[in-house]
């Protein structure tokens, strides 16, 4: 079956603008997760949709957001982009329960 | 506050020897924990996985383990093969907490033909 799919795979924005990245799950997985890759501090949690709804939020502040659809596509974003947001952005789906993560290829955005 | 480390960035071993990676974490209620494999340009690839009722997990040339005493865990691969060159992350997370996992910062792997 079809893998994680995540869009766009590469962007490059400008400080103070804003972002939003696609991720659409495994089909008949329900919990959709993103993560931050950066260099030297590994994968780090954003948060968890599960049927819809925030189920966990990682330590990262207000502008980053995001939402799961009825058909568990989920898009993060980013408002007021700071240089520091450059990262690789990692969406992972799960079929619910804690257990094994399947991840996308990650769609990586440069602020300059 | 980093609740999981990997305090080896590197690793090179030879061809058909064993790799070890480890793997240290700090909080007790850790009770799950997942090894992932990445090539450059590829999302990580789940290996193995063990929860805290055991000690020891094995799939095929990888083999977990688990020291919940030392709150240390361990990947083992034998033989270890030139394809098995990559950046490998554990990953901890807690019951009741979904999928939040919390991952180490990576252990690069390079096997030598």
Same mark, same amino acid.
């Given at each position: 079956?079809?893998?994680?799919?995540?869009?766009?795979?590469?962007?490059?924005?400008?400080?103070?603008?804003?972002?939003?990245?696609?991720?659409?799950?495994?089909?008949?997985?329900?919990?959709?997760?993103?993560?931050?890759?950066?260099?030297?501090?590994?994968?780090?949690?954003?948060?968890?949709?599960?049927?819809?709804?925030?189920?966990?939020k990682g330590?990262?502040?207000?502008?980053?957001?995001?939402?799961?659809?009825?058909?568990?596509?989920?898009?993060?974003?980013?408002?007021?982009?700071?240089?520091?947001?450059?990262?690789?952005?990692?969406?992972?789906?799960?079929?619910?329960?804690?257990?094994?993560?399947?991840?996308?290829?990650?769609?990586?955005?440069?602020?300059? | 506050?980093?609740?999981?480390?990997?305090?080896s960035p590197?690793?090179?071993?030879?061809?058909?020897? &064993? %790799?070890?990676?480890?793997?240290?974490?700090t909080n007790?209620? *850790?009770?799950? /924990? +997942?090894?992932?494999?990445?090539?450059?340009?590829?999302?990580?690839?789940?290996?193995?996985? &063990? %929860?805290?009722?055991?000690?020891?997990?094995?799939?095929?040339? *990888?083999?977990? /383990? +688990?020291?919940?005493?030392?709150?240390?865990?361990?990947?083992?691969?034998?033989?270890?093969?030139?394809?098995?060159?990559?950046?490998?992350?554990?990953?901890?997370?807690?019951?009741?907490?979904?999928?939040?996992?919390?991952?180490?910062?990576?252990?690069?792997?390079?096997?030598?033909?």
């Amino acid at each position: 079956k079809a893998g994680v799919t995540q869009t766009p795979r590469y962007l490059i924005k400008t400080r103070g603008q804003q972002v939003t990245l696609s991720c659409s799950p495994i089909s008949g997985h329900r919990s959709v997760s993103w993560y931050q890759q950066t260099p030297g501090q590994g994968l780090q949690f954003l948060f968890e949709y599960f049927s819809e709804t925030q189920r966990n939020k990682g330590n990262f502040p207000g502008r980053f957001s995001g939402r799961q659809f009825s058909n568990s596509r989920s898009e993060m974003n980013v408002s007021t982009l700071e240089l520091g947001d450059s990262a690789l952005y990692l969406c992972a789906s799960s079929s619910g329960g804690a257990g094994e993560l399947f991840f996308g290829e990650g769609s990586r955005l440069t602020v300059l | 506050d980093q609740q999981v480390k990997q305090n080896s960035p590197s690793l090179s071993v030879q061809e058909g020897r &064993i %790799s070890i990676l480890n793997c240290d974490y700090t909080n007790s209620m *850790f009770d799950y /924990f +997942l090894w992932y494999k990445k090539y450059p340009a590829e999302g990580p690839t789940f290996l193995i996985s &063990i %929860s805290s009722i055991k000690d020891k997990n094995e799939d095929g040339r *990888f083999t977990v /383990f +688990l020291n919940k005493s030392a709150k240390h865990l361990s990947l083992h691969i034998v033989p270890s093969q030139p394809g098995d060159s990559a950046v490998y992350f554990c990953a901890a997370s807690a019951t009741n907490t979904g999928n939040q996992f919390y991952f180490g910062t990576g252990t690069s792997l390079t096997v030598i033909p």
